[in-house]
């Protein structure tokens, strides 16, 4: 077992990028073990300054919606992931769903509480 687990969020203008962000926000926060990675950064970081800290930890990508651009940026800058998040998909099993990219409502917050229990599932199990 890894001693951090690094989670990298959506950075997307999505209702669910939204979700991923605070539930990544969330989750650093109830757990100890869990990282955030700044996906900008990663993507702006042509010299790859970064990359031996984003391969000390593994890393968890949480996409937004079903084009994976998380997934996509770090493999494009050979990181591998361990395990994939996809907020849409989970959310489908839920009667529940995110309408606004820049503000969470009452169904908001539900969305983020679901995907941050995913998460500290995933981050004790890595």
């Known amino acids: 077992m890894a001693d951090k687990i690094a989670l990298a969020p959506c950075n997307g203008m999505s209702p669910n990028g939204l979700v991923s962000r605070v539930a990544v926000g969330d989750c650093r926060k109830e757990n100890e073990k869990a990282i955030s990675i700044c996906m900008g950064s990663t993507s702006a970081d042509i010299e790859g300054k970064n990359d031996g800290m984003l391969k000390k930890y593994p890393i968890v990508a949480v996409n937004g919606c079903s084009g994976g651009c998380v997934n ?55």
């Open 72 to 126: 996509k940026i770090l493999e494009n800058r050979g990181i591998a992931v361990a395990k994939t998040v996809a907020v849409g998909e989970i959310l489908e099993s839920f009667d529940v769903s995110s309408k606004d990219p820049f503000r969470l409502d009452d169904d908001g917050e539900k969305c983020v509480e679901i995907i941050k229990n995913e998460l500290n599932r995933t981050v004790s199990e890595l």
